[in-house]
């Protein structure tokens, strides 16, 4: 395949992923994470060819250009697109399908000082969000998207969607029925991936379990209370007390309170939020 084929793959891969782009020679004056991709390509070459050292030196001077930091040891595939770019870091053996897509302060890292496979495998089309750290070699298998300032360290699945620390599966494929699909689409929607983590509602995991536990909870409470009154309907004595309502509203208050204390706190941190 030709340098100019791969030069123009790329560009075409920026334009269908990033709508700010406008013009050929914007995205080859301004998109440090595309200058760090050909100059990966050539320190990989390198690397490959035992120029270990020139590898190295080359893969610095391109972290000193754009900020991305990749070493000349890992492998991507084609149309991978780095958007921003400042802060990637990508270690010696993670491995990169194709049309995959990284935010800016994404760390594809290791666990262990011991040589041998130690970062992450990323499958075809994976997403990955802004700030969301995947360590280990763990496999990111096709489709997958990881939300932003996640941290995964364990497997995720084709097509499943995870955020929160440690990362959680929150929307995955539904095979089971039309309405746990919308449902599904729903929650992904909602709670699901999100390259910046601005969504106010945007919730962590456990805190979206527990308020699917509460609803269970009131459900239940409510067809213990019908229980009772048609046992008493029937002349016996049983649920003399009415069992205290729980009101869900009130987590759901609480919780977005919390997102939009977290989110002001990120503003003032960083006002480009």
């Known amino acids: ?38 100059l990966h390509r050539i320190s990989h070459k390198l690397w490959r060819g035992n120029w270990r050292l020139t590898a190295r030196c080359l893969s610095t001077f391109s972290r000193w250009l754009t900020g991305v930091e990749i070493h000349p040891g890992a492998t991507i595939g084609r149309r ?16 990169i399908g194709d049309d995959c897509t990284l935010y800016h302060s994404v760390t594809l890292g290791g666990t262990t000082w011991q040589a041998g496979k130690r970062h992450p495998t990323l499958g075809n089309n994976v997403v990955i969000g802004a700030g969301a750290k995947v360590l280990g070699p763990i496999t990111m298998h096709d489709g997958a998207r990881v939300g932003s300032n996640s941290v995964v360290v364990k497997d995720v699945a084709a097509d499943h969607t995870v955020v929160g620390i440690p990362g959680r599966v929150v929307a995955s494929p539904s095979e089971h029925s039309k309405e746990k699909t919308e449902r599904r689409t729903e929650m992904a929607k909602k709670y699901g991936f999100d390259a910046y983590a601005v969504s106010p509602d945007n919730p962590d995991p456990v805190a979206n379990a527990i308020g699917q536990m509460l609803d269970h909870m009131h459900l239940m409470d409510s067809k213990v209370q019908e229980l009772c009154q048609a046992i008493q309907s029937m002349g016996g004595e049983v649920c003399t007390d009415k069992l205290p309502e729980l009101d869900v509203g009130e987590f759901n208050e609480a919780e977005k309170a919390a997102a939009h204390k977290r989110q002001h706190e990120l503003a003032e941190f960083d006002p480009s939020i």
Request: hydrophobic share 45%; glycine share 8%.
């Open 80 to 95: 991978f697109f780095i958007d921003h770019g400042m802060g990637v870091v990508i270690g010696e053996t993670a491995e």
């Open 1 to 38: 395949m030709s340098v100019r084929f791969r030069i123009k793959e790329d560009i075409e891969s920026i334009y269908h992923r990033d709508p700010a782009a406008n013009s050929t020679i914007e995205i080859l004056l301004n998109y440090p994470g595309m200058h760090a991709i050909w």
